[in-house]
Each structure stands twice: as structure tokens, then as C-alpha cells.
């Protein structure tokens, strides 16, 4: 049974920087492209981040120079480090992971990221 878990959210300032982390468990983690995805309240969820199984990566406009997406297939697990944070990054955080031979996708269950002075 596949199972991403999301966690490292919290409430932050403008300005400061949070690292996200999404822990995969009952899949084969090196072969699957790892996405970070963004729902704010009231908007569609959007696309964040991307590493494939190659470690390329690409960004959204929205938050390319500011955030980081890494992996590390030891700990079957991906990381957003985010800094530079603003209020409109507020929005639950989601790890998806997307079998790119397959076609499988999954999703965590979401983490909270708060940006508000």
C-alpha cells in the first residue's frame, strides 16, 4: 500500500524560509517522478515542483529562485525548501508521486504553510 506522508509546515513570516518533507513508503521511490503541488483557500490545486527519477527539476514561475525541490532515494524521501516566503504561499502543501512507466499516481495527504506577519 502506497503512502506519502507530508510534514515541516507551520506558521512562518514573510521572509523566512520552511523546508517541506513528503516520506514515501510501499513503492519502488527511485522510479517515480515527485511533484510538490499547492492548494490556497478558494483556488484549484496548482503545480509547485517537480524532480523526475533522473533528478531533473523544474519550477513554477510563481516560485522558481525561491524554493528547492530535492530528493533522497535512501530515505524514499523529497524535500521543498522554500524561502523568501510571501503571504500568497499560504496553501496546504501536497506530495504526489507519478509512476511515469505505469501511469500511477498518488497523493499525501497535505501539509498547512502559513505566511502572515
Known amino acids: 500500500?502506497?503512502?506519502?506522508?507530508?510534514?515541516?509546515?507551520?506558521?512562518?513570516?514573510?521572509?523566512?524560509?520552511?523546508?517541506?518533507?513528503?516520506?514515501a513508503s510501499g513503492m519502488?521511490?527511485?522510479?517515480?517522478?515527485?511533484?510538490?503541488?499547492?492548494?490556497?483557500?478558494?483556488?484549484?490545486r496548482e503545480f509547485v515542483a517537480r524532480i523526475t527519477n533522473t533528478y531533473t527539476t523544474n519550477y513554477a514561475d510563481s516560485v522558481k529562485g525561491r524554493f528547492t525541490i530535492s530528493r533522497?532515494?535512501?530515505?524514499?524521501?523529497?524535500?521543498l525548501q522554500m524561502s523568501s516566503l510571501k503571504p500568497e504561499d499560504t496553501a496546504v502543501y501536497y506530495c504526489k508521486s507519478y509512476n511515469?512507466?505505469?501511469?500511477?499516481?498518488?497523493?499525501?495527504?497535505?501539509?498547512?504553510?502559513?505566511?502572515?506577519?
Open 1 to 23: 500500500q502506497v503512502q506519502l506522508v507530508e510534514s515541516g509546515g507551520g506558521l512562518v513570516q514573510p521572509g523566512e524560509s520552511l523546508t517541506l518533507s513528503c516520506v
Open 72 to 79: 533522497d532515494n535512501a530515505k524514499n524521501t523529497v524535500y
Open 28 to 44: 519502488m521511490f527511485k522510479i517515480y517522478v515527485m511533484d510538490w503541488y499547492r492548494q490556497a483557500p478558494g483556488k484549484q
Open 100 to 117: 511515469p512507466g505505469y501511469g500511477y499516481e498518488y497523493w499525501g495527504q497535505g501539509t498547512q504553510v502559513t505566511v502572515s506577519s
